[in-house]
């Protein structure tokens, strides 16, 4: 009879911080540019060049110690990490081992069981790698080093999380805090936040720690809950048949379902690492600190809240609004300008956020419209000059080109036909034209209104209320 296991897992998170420039040069850190244009002899590697500390990495860095709830070495330094590889042109990384710049934090995520803590070991600070390209048809490989010297925050957990959905709730708090800090945009999606999965599995009731594996570099939630699913049955049926599991890091291929090993697993004394000779050690002050706390923003439980008080908002609809801060900050704005903050909030829950998954990452921070046109959107609708459908059409172009809405109704004739008479006489016609749809009406069939009223609007192209046009018919067929 087999046993039952218990899965014990623990991440490393490497989060690229929103700098301007690199940690150690004047690159910049934009995404997208073209191959190794973001790049000088500093981060490339060039021998004689010397690393200065960009400060702004370390404000991050301490932003996001604190409000991780770690204590502060106040007087950190850098290290060198030793080792080969295309992508690493000095081939070695300055990162932090000995004196990294936060340690003993912890995070609350919720869980099916209720709130459980998840301890954070240490956050520190060191700079990514360039990136290789692996071309399959011309079976070469090429690097692109623009990457190289965009600032890292490393954060290392405790083997506190014990399956995938605990996982996900984890990141999805890191990823929170950090964006509404505005110290990381976290697009998992372009590798601004990347994970390392390591996993190990135990009898239940075992104190004792199993093997752990190590499955790098993983950048979407979806593959991440299905390689601890993969991996956990893996190391179960390695046990099971007598086996032992193998401490390495494996490669996990989401198309194929399965990891494989690529490396046995490093140990710190691989990587001969020694402080950095030519980077001075960093003091941070007590001023420092007490200054980045009075700066930490309100994060999003706090943020949630108080919508539901302040707004009279739905405890699920605060937390949707609140997902992501601009998502908050829309809202809010859209609110206070509208004077609606119910309908504020329908507008991007439902339509913005339709759009934002059309758009295929489903990614609402990169909303990038006015909310002053949102709220005059939502005036036009109240005022009755457009209806719901011309108000749709106005949206998607608001959200896509942040068009201004009253130029947008009056160049495309979406304004709604308020003479009266002129639609009484469209009416009169239509109820003239359908005299099976009347009698099924006065046969007791009130459905059949239905039709008559979408021959009505059609009839005026759109541009009339359907709620006064379905009273205006009613009104007629009871007399």
Request: overall charge negative.
């Amino acid at each position: 009879m087999s046993r039952e296991y218990e899965t014990v897992i623990g991440l490393e998170v490497h989060c690229e911080l929103s700098t301007k420039t690199k940690i150690f040069c004047g690159c910049s850190t934009e995404f997208g540019g073209a191959p190794n244009t973001h790049v000088c002899p500093v981060c490339a590697g060039m021998p004689g060049t010397l690393p200065v500390l960009n400060r702004k990495v370390v404000d991050f860095a301490l932003a996001a110690c604190l409000a991780l709830n770690c204590h502060i070495t106040q007087h950190c330094k850098f290290d060198r990490k030793n080792y080969f590889y295309p992508d690493l042109p000095k081939a070695y990384q300055i990162s932090q081992l000995y004196l990294p710049i936060g340690r003993n934090g912890h995070v609350d995520i919720e869980t099916e069981n209720g709130t459980k803590s998840i301890g954070i070991h240490e956050i520190h600070m060191e700079e990514d790698a360039g990136k290789l390209i692996h071309d399959q048809w011309d079976d070469t490989t090429i690097v692109d080093y623009n990457r190289c010297g965009v600032p890292l925050i490393e954060i290392v957990s405790e083997p506190d999380m014990r399956s995938a959905d605990e996982v996900i709730a984890y990141l999805e708090k890191l990823r929170r805090t950090l964006q509404y800090l505005g110290v990381s945009d976290c697009r998992m999606q372009e590798g601004s936040i990347r994970a390392d999965i390591n996993l190990s599995v135990r009898p239940v009731g075992e104190e004792k720690l199993g093997t752990r594996t190590e499955m790098k570099n993983m950048n979407s939630f979806k593959a991440i809950a299905r390689a601890i699913a993969a991996e956990t049955d893996r190391q179960i049926e390695v046990i099971e048949d007598g086996g032992s599991v193998t401490q390495e890091t494996r490669r996990w291929d989401d198309n194929k379902g399965a990891s494989y090993a690529m490396r046995s697993k490093e140990d710190a004394q691989d990587y001969r690492y020694f402080p950095d000779p030519d980077l001075p050690p960093v003091f941070i002050s007590d001023e420092w600190i007490e200054k980045t706390k009075d700066a930490q923003p309100e994060f999003r439980e706090e943020k949630c809240a108080r919508f539901v008080s302040q707004y009279s908002l739905p405890e699920k609809d605060a937390l949707l609004l609140t997902d992501s801060v601009r998502m908050a900050d829309l809202f809010e704005e859209t609110a206070k300008i509208s004077k609606k903050p119910r309908e504020a909030a329908n507008w991007l829950m439902v339509e913005a956020m339709r759009l934002v998954k059309e758009q295929g990452d489903g990614d609402a921070s990169k909303m990038d419209f006015s909310p002053a046109h949102l709220a005059r959107l939502i005036d036009l609708l109240g005022q009755g000059t457009i209806n719901r459908a011309g108000a749709r059409e106005v949206f998607e172009h608001i959200f896509a080109e942040d068009v201004d809405p009253d130029s947008y109704i009056k160049d495309h004739g979406l304004a709604i036909e308020n003479d009266s008479d002129a639609l009484g006489k469209v009416i009169d016609q239509v109820i003239a034209a359908n005299p099976k749809s009347v009698g099924d009406y006065k046969a007791g069939k009130k459905k059949a209104v239905g039709f008559l009223v979408g021959q009505t609007m059609k009839a005026m192209k759109g541009k009339a209320d359907p709620a006064a046009v379905n009273k205006m018919i009613v009104s007629r067929l009871e007399k």
